[in-house]
T-cell receptor, first 114, second 116 residues
Framework: DAGVIQSPRHEVTEMGQEVTLRCKPISGHDYLFWYRQTMMRGLELLIYFNNNVPIDDSGMPEDRFSAKMPNASFSTLKIQPSEPRDSAVYFC????????????FGPGTRLTVL | DQQVKQNSPSLSVQEGRISILNCDYTNSMFDYFLWYKKYPAEGPTFLISISSIKDKNEDGRFTVFLNKSAKHLSLHIVPSQPGDSAVYFCAASATYSGAGSYQLTFGKGTKLSVIP
């Protein structure tokens, strides 16, 4: 099992540019989660999907952030336009939608916005 | 308002001794708790969990204790090993509080250093 795959692992961009982060969940998992980790706020849930449908996006900081899951094996998190305060590590996680199942995290994408 | 709190940002322990990591929560709807371990440049990995119907769960060197009345849980590692050096996150879920409530609320983490 390859686990959750995220790309790129590192992204450096300039303020105002569009950034797209990608995630491939574990095959068979029906929940997908996007998190952001910063020193100040720790690990925050941004949005999660069930069977490709967004369930709760209340953690998305503002309209500059959007997430899609066009199929069961792929999701994107897009930031447009990016700002320096978006610099963080972004994690994708997946799980089986059964009670008491833990989430499996990808290695993360470290985003730096200059 | 932080619903899951890990008040110790760091902890240093001698190899072979016990490590105790603490976590407090405020939301009484939380009914499932997990500990994750994170190494640098990697994603968090699941370590151990406990349901609110229990007060203790053990897995090898790792034991989690839950005190519902105090809204407190702790992770004990005995004996501690240098490979246990990592950041430990406490997480909580209100699994039965509503439809699709599988989201986790995380604490900010405690960095454990096990000194050889």
């Amino acid at each position: 099992d390859a686990g959750v795959i995220q790309s790129p692992r590192h992204e450096v961009t300039e303020m105002g540019q569009e950034v797209t982060l990608r995630c491939k969940p574990i095959s068979g998992h029906d929940y997908l989660f996007w998190y952001r980790q910063t020193m100040m706020r720790g690990l925050e849930l941004l949005i999660y999907f069930n069977n490709n449908v967004p369930i709760d996006d209340s953690g998305m900081p503002e309209d500059r952030f959007s997430a899609k899951m066009p199929n069961a094996s792929f999701s994107t998190l897009k930031i447009q336009p990016s700002e320096p305060r978006d610099s963080a590590v972004y994690f994708c996680a997946s799980s089986l939608g059964v009670s008491y199942n833990e989430q499996f995290f990808g290695p993360g994408t470290r985003l730096t916005v200059l | 308002d932080q619903q899951v709190k890990q008040n110790s940002p760091s902890l240093s322990v001698q190899e072979g001794r016990i490590s105790i990591l603490n976590c407090d929560y405020t939301n009484s709807m939380f009914d499932y708790f997990l500990w994750y371990k994170k190494y640098p440049a990697e994603g968090p990995t699941f370590l151990i969990s406990i349901s609110s119907i229990k007060d203790k769960n053990e897995d090898g060197r790792f034991t989690v204790f839950l005190n519902k009345s105090a809204k407190h849980l702790s992770l004990h590692i005995v004996p501690s090993q240098p490979g246990d050096s990592a950041v430990y996150f406490c997480a909580a879920s209100a699994t039965y509080s509503g439809a699709g409530s599988y989201q986790l609320t995380f604490g900010k983490g405690t960095k454990l250093s096990v000194i050889p």
